[in-house]
């Protein structure tokens, strides 16, 4: 499949890094010739420099034998506008444009509509749904779901005195009572993808998966009830400050903004009448502790420098707050941030990256091609739903008689919206909804793919 | 420096020689020539050893591989392929010195076509087949080769432009196509219709199939290497004609055959490298049949030559249907300064390239007017746009690198005390790829007179001609091997 990338800044190059390593044809454009050569030096890609929105730099790229176009430049304007303008020149070109401007948020469906565009994105809004998500289930480091949701899959950290330190998986089942299994453990930055044998220790991040109510269940086990915040301290007033406030709000939840810049706190309190905007440098521990840090369920540090968002997270758990979320700009750090006590870790750019290239597997949808992909571990593994159809191998086999490749782990079975967890004698059959864990080099297109050949 | 990345590329490049040393065996086996036969079963089972031990050693090698790294591996696997490729010469006994033995391979896998063997008729004809197919295999490149074939897995895989830039030559390399892998596959595919059609034109002219097979492989790779002691003197006017026309179009750059199969004709007939490709020989040609008034009996043989020679050392081809050492200077200055210009980027040709000749003259079009008007803001624009500066940076220096290395390797080369013109010009024709020069080394001429030391500094010019100097300068720098 032939994709066209438009604007190569901080999400066009991961954006080109993931669809680059799933193999596709992928032709760049950008106005720097300089950014166009680094980015042909680190990935099997071809560059294009021009204005993105000119029909003749647009022919030069091959605007129309190609499938995909993604609009990611810095300005929503030239976004569309090279979308449309490529939609002209070719009819049965997919589009996706990247659009930021919050004024743009509510209109998305028309604006779909109006210039023909296949998906819009919009990393902040994407980013803001996400905590979201996080803050109704707390206990969760990350929540990602498959098969319409029958399938969920999360990470969790094990601390010194949890129950799962020290615990051999094989008796996870009988010590929790519920049906769950570890799919990956992430030790000391490297990816495990365990067996039966395996013995978790303190500090592992696992990532588990399960049915909603067993998750439930191992998080009663464990001793965290689960009960979604109410108070939330927001530091920094970005977009997704914004965007998170208005969804918060709406839930009846008690939102603080902290913000340091006088004239946008005066921006938020205009936009968001209910929620309590405070001007104030968030960094500071004093003014954290003013507006009662110790007491909020959850602490969200979202201004744009990294680095303030690490060390205000760290200090929120050292002020023991249930639940911290860290916004990070820069997702390369992720490995190296995993042993510190942040929480759950956001990034923007990552979320944007992986909806597209859903969007761009889906639109791919041969027979057998994944269905969902969420990649877990810091992207060192990836979480992958099939449906076995007639070409699936030894349907109706049990599983303790096929021999999977290394590091691939079939952790979940769904058959008409029940969820199963594979052992031995478990087999699946046409219909079936598998998801598929594979961690390292291995990489899987199809169903086919797990097994040893 | 990714140690265990080099050696698997050497490794694979290896592999792939021992393939491409089976035909020659299959044709000295069909011949009953039992020495070369023994010697191409010992060196392709040599050859797949170390290829073998070469890859076991790399395993788990990490993808890390930038430009360094592409220089490097690209100087070192011609080296390596070289070494291996001239034990059949020393195993058959055919050319038993080694340093004989390594020009010749070398010769061969650069497309230079200079050999030291005084009468190739007495070859076998299965050492004659892979002098020939040596220069195929090296005309279009055995790393973009390797690149067509080998799989290359999602991430990281942009270090193959680091490879493609270093093998193919011309001032700006890029793919044509987004994935290094059609792109490789794509000029390979025209590579062996253009071969496989030349060949097709020569065997209806009634060359033998053997011959056709290895004038082909030659002109293809603008090699140069003949299995007649005469060169192409001694075939009919009509095969010579084919040969002129194939090695004109071996000279072209590939991409323009692409977009004319992509239907994009205006691209192709305003290409500026292209006009001066043509103009160039078409000048050249004028002028030298102007010239040799008088020196051949009808105008028509005079034409024939005299588009023979030019298109032969424009392409770097370096065949000839006459002994042009015997022409009056003016032709041969022709020559000498063809020799320089060489064909046009991403073709099989050597030289300094149609295309980098054109920047810097448009480069110093635009110094003389700056001197003359300080404030005026000029741009150098080919095929209607503009050239990064780096680029032009990029030619001076290589302009500045190809004259130190010339005035060194003569300097060298006059320590065996041949005439200047025969040191001069074996240097210019070695380092050009083009094969004969003038003088002792001439048409009729070969190299087998100098000393071992001129021969490595010969190999040394040849493959730093073919790889466009960078990838050998890159091997002899401290830097390139420093920790950090």
Request: aromatic content about 8%; proline content about 3%.
């Amino acid at each position: 499949m032939k994709i066209l990338i438009a604007g190569n800044g901080k999400v066009g190059i991961t954006l080109t890094r993931h669809l680059s390593a799933e193999g596709y044809d992928l032709t760049l454009i950008d106005l720097r010739p300089q950014v166009l050569e680094t980015c042909m030096e680190s990935f099997d890609v071809m560059g294009i420099a021009g204005n993105c929105a000119s029909m003749d730099t647009l022919r030069e790229a091959g605007v129309n034998e190609a499938d995909l176009l993604i609009a990611m430049t810095g300005y929503d304007e030239l976004n569309l506008l090279c979308c449309m303008t490529a939609h002209f020149m070719n009819p049965k070109l997919h589009t996706i444009a990247r659009i930021k401007n919050p004024e743009y948020a509510s209109q998305f469906m028309s604006m779909r509509q109006a210039f023909a565009l296949s998906m819009i994105v919009n990393p902040d809004f994407m980013a803001a749904r996400e905590i979201n998500r996080l803050l109704k289930y707390p206990g969760f480091l990350k929540r990602d779901t498959f098969a319409r949701g029958n399938v969920e899959i999360v990470e969790l950290k094990i601390n010194e005195d949890s129950k799962l330190s020290g615990l051999v998986l094989h008796r996870l089942g009988q010590v929790f009572r519920c049906q769950i299994l570890v799919c990956a453990v992430l030790r000391n930055g490297e990816v495990v993808i365990p067996s039966g044998n395996f013995t978790l220790s303190s500090g592992d991040r696992i990532f588990v998966t399960g049915s909603q109510e067993n998750l439930t269940i191992l998080l009663h086990g464990l001793g965290v009830i689960p009960h979604p915040a109410k108070r939330v301290l927001i530091a920094g007033g970005s977009r997704i400050s914004n965007y998170l406030a208005t969804i918060l709000l709406k839930t009846n939840m008690s939102v603080h903004i902290i913000e340091s810049d006088e004239k946008r706190c005066r921006e938020l309190s205009a936009l968001l009448p209910n929620a309590t905007v405070v001007h104030g440098d968030a960094s500071d521990q004093n003014l954290l502790n003013r507006e009662g840090l110790s007491n909020c369920d959850a602490f969200v540090t979202m201004t744009g420098v990294d680095e303030a968002n690490i060390i205000m997270s760290l200090y929120g758990s050292h002020c023991k707050v249930p639940q911290i979320i860290t916004k990070l700009g820069r997702a390369e750090n992720m490995q190296l941030l995993s042993s510190l006590p942040i929480g759950s870790i956001i990034s923007p750019r990552e979320l944007c990256c992986n909806a597209i290239v859903r969007y761009v597997r889906a639109m791919q949808n041969l027979v057998g091609a994944a269905v969902t992909v969420h990649s877990v571990a810091d992207g060192q593994a990836e979480a992958i739903e099939f449906i076995a159809d007639e070409n699936t191998p030894h349907c109706n086999e049990p599983l303790k008689t096929l021999k999977f490749k290394k590091n691939v782990l079939l952790a979940g079975i769904t058959r008409k919206g029940r969820t199963e967890i594979p052992s031995g004698d478990s087999r699946y059959q046409i219909g079936d909804s598998l998801v598929v864990v594979s961690a390292g080099e291995v990489i899987i297109r199809q169903l086919g793919d797990i097994f040893e050949l | 420096m990714n140690y265990k990345m080099l050696s698997r590329i050497n490794g694979e490049i290896l592999l792939m020689e021992a393939v491409f040393m089976i035909p020659p065996l299959i044709i000295s086996l069909h011949d009953g020539e039992h020495k070369a036969a023994t010697a191409f079963f010992y060196t392709i089972g040599i050859t797949i050893l170390v290829a073998l031990l070469l890859i076991a050693i790399s395993r788990r090698a990490h993808r890390r591989f930038y430009a360094r790294e592409g220089l490097v591996s690209t100087a070192i696997c011609w080296i390596v392929m070289s070494l291996l490729g001239c034990l059949p010469f020393c195993i058959s006994g055919e050319i038993p010195n080694f340093v004989d033995a390594f020009f010749e391979i070398v010769s061969g896998f650069t497309t230079t076509g200079a050999s030291i063997v005084p009468n190739v008729e007495v070859l076998s004809r299965g050492i004659l087949f892979w002098r020939s197919f040596s220069h195929w295999v090296g005309g279009m490149g055995v790393l973009v080769f390797l690149l067509a074939i080998v799989p290359t897995s999602g991430r990281d895989s942009g270090f193959t432009l680091h490879i493609l830039r270093a093998e193919s030559p011309g001032p700006s390399v890029g793919k044509i196509v987004p994935k290094m892998k059609e792109t490789a596959k794509i000029l390979y595919i025209l590579y062996v219709i253009l071969t496989v059609a030349n060949i097709g034109f020569l065997m209806a002219g009634g060359m033998p199939v053997f011959d056709s097979f290895c004038t082909a492989f030659g002109t293809a790779g603008t090699g140069g290497f003949g299995v007649k002691a005469d060169s192409i003197a001694g075939y009919s006017p009509y095969l010579q004609n084919v040969t002129t026309v194939f090695m004109i179009l071996f000279g072209v750059n590939f991409s323009c055959y692409y977009l004319l199969i992509l239907k994009k004709f205006t691209a192709v007939l305003f290409d500026e490298e292209l006009h001066m490709y043509l103009g160039i020989i078409l000048g050249s040609v004028l002028l030298i049949t102007w010239n040799l008034h008088g020196f051949y009996p009808t105008i028509e043989e005079t034409l024939r030559h005299s588009f023979f020679q030019v298109g032969s050392i424009i392409t770097t081809t370096g065949y000839a249907t006459t002994d042009f050492d015997k022409w009056p200077s003016f032709s041969k200055a022709i020559l000498l300064a063809l020799m320089v210009i060489g064909a046009s980027a991403g073709s099989t040709g050597g030289g300094l390239k149609c295309a980098r000749f054109l920047l810097l003259m448009k480069g110093l079009h635009r110094n003389i007017r700056h001197v003359l008007n300080p404030q005026r803001v000029q741009l150098v624009r080919v095929n209607g746009h503009t050239v990064d500066e780096q680029v032009i940076t990029n030619t001076n220096s290589y302009l500045a690198a190809y004259m130190v290395i010339i005035i060194v390797s003569t300097l060298i080369l006059s320590l065996d005390e041949f005439s200047f013109e025969t040191n001069f010009s074996a240097v210019l024709c070695t380092f050009n790829n083009i094969g004969p020069g003038f003088g002792l080394v001439g048409p009729t001429g070969n190299f087998s007179q100098y000393s071992s030391l001129s021969k490595l500094i010969i190999c040394f010019n040849m493959l730093a001609g073919r790889l466009e100097i960078f990838p050998m300068l890159a091997l002899c720098s401290r830097s390139t091997w420093k920790r950090l």
